[in-house]
């Protein structure tokens, strides 16, 4: 007699389709950051000459007493950063989750004012406040911007709205019956807030820390511009790479830059493993109680940060009409006639337009596509996780290493996608795979929310999966889809590090115009450049909001009542 439990399900035609386009994206990660980064590995332990020289690279590296303190001083910035920004974002995050205070919609519109800036612009802000010529020098009290404070306080405004966003999404829900009990028993609102409120929050707390700690010690636009003579890893690879031709250190570095990173990144998904749910069935949702002291001592804080976030993007456009700074403050447009000055023109800035585009466009296809594959195929379970895991990789590897890495890659002598390098398409393919872990996991998330039975009910009644795809999944799902390509969008444009060895004469792109504006001293139009991109990423959010909305009335009728 047979026995059935051997029986092994017959794979369809329309398994084996979905498991060829899942083989055929997981492929296309493989070979845009798993092969890079083991030539960079490969290149760090050799000569100029590509002969295997083991550690030696290595022990130079730690040897150089310059090249070795900028470890020390990276981990230094970034820790001061993290000390700073994460109890700072976490009161501002309570101020709009747990508070009455007014205004919420503005000041968190106006805490999302950064994540429209490369990080550049707001470095350049800090020049015009306490530069050599800075109208508030002496609020640093004879301390030099070029250094360690300048680093610090670009890196706290670039991060801040990213570390606000986790804080928002940890304190977005809390079980009223908690804050009841304490009340019952007689707690005060401090004893109330570090037993019940902060050990709610924890996990995001420790989750936004790892987070600002990873784009503090990867960023490289700020302590370009106000570095100085204070060296740190990220600004180390490019003065290797760029500055001395030295591609073996600029791998060597890049490599060190990697560690901390991946180790912020392991420990940040060991953190989220341990979330549990903090809303039960029975939860009843935490409404704030108005307190007059409470809520204007809040308002207070948040119009304080707000201000200072609003005058960096106002010095930054005020900067960038200001005829001849600061002897002639008149406002003209001279700035941004980039076609004039040294670095920068405005096909740099059509080009950014054309990355983004396509960044949007393709990236969010692939993402989806990918992530719904490994949601909602069926078998193929180890297929499905070794695609999970090619997808978490991109987050822990810094722009400039992946670049870097790109560089050595594709521009390797028999690489048949040689053809690639130096064009369009190779700065698509980075910036996607650059941030192609977020995006996936905001389309997991939103698949997560539908339930199975979509997919078992399309096949009893044969109807094939791409229908089940394009005509329930997509116009069910379109809310995440829009999110994610704005993601890409607004991301392509701002990203400094992640292109910044990759583009050519021809494909030269508005970041980068900034930074070589900024080397060649042409520091107003640098700064126009930067608003440029402000204001192209504003409008196409807000046209992306209005044109979305009618869109999302019709495919999304069936979440009102």
Same mark, same amino acid.
């Given at each position: 007699?047979?026995?059935?439990?051997? *029986?092994?399900?017959? /794979?369809?035609?329309?398994?084996?389709? %979905?498991?060829?386009? @899942?083989?055929? &994206? #997981? +492929?296309?990660? =493989?070979?845009?950051?798993?092969?890079?980064?083991?030539?960079?590995?490969?290149?760090?332990?050799?000569?100029?000459?590509?002969?295997?020289?083991?550690?030696?690279?290595?022990?130079?590296?730690?040897?150089?007493?310059?090249?070795?303190?900028?470890?020390?001083?990276?981990?230094?910035?970034?820790?001061?950063?993290?000390?700073?920004?994460?109890?700072?974002?976490?009161?501002?995050?309570?101020?709009?989750?747990?508070?009455?205070?007014?205004?919420?919609? *503005?000041?968190?519109? /106006?805490?999302?004012?950064?994540?429209? %800036?490369?990080?550049? @612009?707001?470095? &350049? #802000? +800090?020049?015009? =406040?306490?530069?050599?010529?800075?109208?508030?020098?002496?609020?640093?009290?004879?301390?030099?911007?070029?250094?360690?404070?300048?680093?610090?306080?670009?890196?706290?405004?670039?991060?801040?709205?990213?570390?606000?966003?986790?804080?928002?999404?940890?304190?977005?829900?809390?079980?009223?019956?908690?804050?009841?009990?304490?009340?019952?028993?007689?707690?005060?609102?401090?004893?109330?807030?570090?037993?019940?409120?902060?050990?709610?929050?924890?996990?995001?707390?420790?989750?936004?820390?790892?987070?600002?700690?990873?784009?503090?010690?990867?960023?490289?636009?700020?302590?370009?511009?106000?570095?100085?003579?204070?060296?740190?890893?990220?600004?180390?690879?490019?003065?290797?790479?760029?500055?001395?031709?030295?591609?073996?250190?600029?791998?060597?570095?890049?490599?060190?830059?990697?560690?901390?990173?991946?180790?912020?990144?392991?420990?940040?998904?060991?953190?989220?493993?341990?979330?549990?749910?903090?809303?039960?069935?029975?939860?009843?949702?935490?409404?704030?109680?108005?307190?007059?002291?409470?809520?204007?001592?809040?308002?207070?804080?948040?119009?304080?940060?707000?201000?200072?976030?609003?005058?960096?993007?106002?010095?930054?456009?005020?900067?960038?009409?200001?005829?001849?700074?600061?002897?002639?403050?008149?406002?003209?447009?001279?700035?941004?006639?980039?076609?004039?000055?040294?670095?920068?023109?405005?096909?740099?800035?059509?080009?950014?337009?054309?990355?983004?585009?396509?960044?949007?466009?393709?990236?969010?296809?692939?993402?989806?596509?990918?992530?719904?594959?490994?949601?909602?195929?069926?078998?193929?379970?180890?297929?499905?996780?070794?695609?999970?895991?090619?997808?978490?990789?991109?987050?822990?590897?810094?722009?400039?290493?992946?670049?870097?890495?790109?560089?050595?890659?594709?521009?390797?002598?028999?690489?048949?996608?040689?053809?690639?390098?130096?064009?369009?398409?190779?700065?698509?393919?980075?910036?996607?795979?650059?941030?192609?872990?977020?995006?996936?996991?905001?389309?997991?998330?939103?698949?997560?929310?539908?339930?199975?039975?979509?997919?078992?009910?399309?096949?009893?009644?044969?109807?094939?999966?791409?229908?089940?795809?394009?005509?329930?999944?997509?116009?069910?799902?379109?809310?995440?889809?829009?999110?994610?390509?704005?993601?890409?969008?607004?991301?392509?444009?701002?990203?400094?590090?992640?292109?910044?060895?990759?583009?050519?004469?021809?494909?030269?792109?508005?970041?980068?115009?900034?930074?070589?504006?900024?080397?060649?001293?042409?520091?107003?139009?640098?700064?126009?450049?930067?608003?440029?991109?402000?204001?192209?990423?504003?409008?196409?959010?807000?046209?992306?909001?209005?044109?979305?909305?009618?869109?999302?009335?019709?495919?999304?009728?069936?979440?009102?009542?």
């Amino acid at each position: 007699m047979t026995d059935i439990a051997a *029986i092994k399900p017959k /794979v369809s035609s329309e398994d084996w389709i %979905m498991r060829a386009v @899942l083989v055929g &994206i #997981a +492929l296309y990660l =493989f070979v845009s950051i798993l092969l890079p980064l083991y030539t960079i590995l490969s290149k760090s332990f050799k000569d100029a000459d590509g002969a295997f020289i083991g550690l030696s690279n290595y022990a130079n590296f730690f040897s150089t007493p310059s090249l070795f303190w900028s470890i020390q001083n990276s981990l230094t910035v970034t820790l001061l950063c993290c000390f700073i920004v994460v109890p700072v974002a976490f009161t501002y995050a309570y101020a709009l989750t747990r508070t009455c205070m007014p205004f919420k919609s *503005i000041f968190k519109g /106006v805490a999302l004012i950064p994540i429209l %800036m490369p990080s550049l @612009l707001p470095a &350049i #802000a +800090l020049v015009y =406040f306490f530069g050599n010529q800075g109208i508030i020098k002496s609020w640093l009290f004879g301390y030099d911007i070029y250094g360690p404070i300048g680093i610090v306080m670009g890196e706290c405004f670039y991060v801040f709205p990213h570390v606000l966003t986790i804080m928002l999404i940890a304190m977005a829900n809390s079980d009223a019956r908690l804050y009841e009990a304490s009340n019952a028993l007689g707690a005060s609102r401090i004893k109330t807030f570090f037993t019940v409120t902060l050990p709610s929050v924890r996990y995001g707390v420790v989750s936004a820390f790892f987070v600002c700690f990873t784009l503090v010690i990867t960023d490289f636009g700020v302590p370009k511009v106000v570095g100085g003579k204070y060296n740190v890893l990220a600004t180390d690879i490019y003065k290797q790479v760029v500055g001395r031709q030295d591609f073996e250190m600029g791998a060597v570095v890049s490599m060190i830059l990697l560690l901390p990173a991946v180790l912020a990144f392991v420990a940040d998904r060991m953190v989220q493993r341990k979330q549990v749910a903090l809303l039960s069935a029975r939860a009843v949702p935490f409404q704030p109680k108005p307190s007059r002291t409470g809520d204007m001592a809040m308002l207070t804080f948040c119009a304080a940060i707000g201000f200072i976030l609003i005058s960096v993007l106002a010095m930054a456009a005020f900067a960038s009409f200001a005829k001849f700074w600061p002897y002639d403050l008149s406002l003209v447009l001279n700035h941004y006639d980039f076609d004039l000055m040294d670095g920068g023109s405005w096909d740099a800035y059509f080009n950014s337009i054309e990355l983004a585009a396509w960044t949007a466009v393709i990236g969010t296809a692939l993402v989806f596509t990918g992530a719904y594959l490994v949601e909602k195929s069926n078998g193929f379970l180890a297929g499905r996780a070794g695609m999970q895991l090619l997808c978490m990789v991109p987050m822990a590897v810094p722009g400039l290493v992946l670049g870097l890495a790109y560089v050595f890659f594709f521009n390797a002598p028999g690489n048949p996608l040689g053809f690639l390098y130096h064009t369009m398409p190779i700065l698509v393919i980075c910036t996607v795979t650059h941030f192609y872990t977020v995006s996936h996991m905001t389309a997991i998330t939103a698949l997560k929310q539908m339930d199975a039975e979509f997919e078992s009910v399309s096949a009893s009644l044969k109807v094939p999966f791409y229908r089940t795809f394009i005509r329930i999944t997509v116009p069910v799902c379109l809310p995440a889809i829009l999110d994610i390509s704005m993601y890409l969008f607004v991301n392509a444009m701002t990203t400094v590090s992640a292109v910044v060895f990759l583009y050519s004469p021809d494909t030269a792109l508005a970041s980068v115009a900034i930074l070589n504006m900024d080397d060649a001293g042409d520091v107003a139009p640098a700064a126009a450049m930067g608003m440029m991109i402000v204001a192209t990423a504003a409008a196409v959010r807000l046209l992306h909001a209005i044109l979305t909305r009618g869109i999302l009335a019709r495919t999304q009728a069936w979440r009102r009542r």
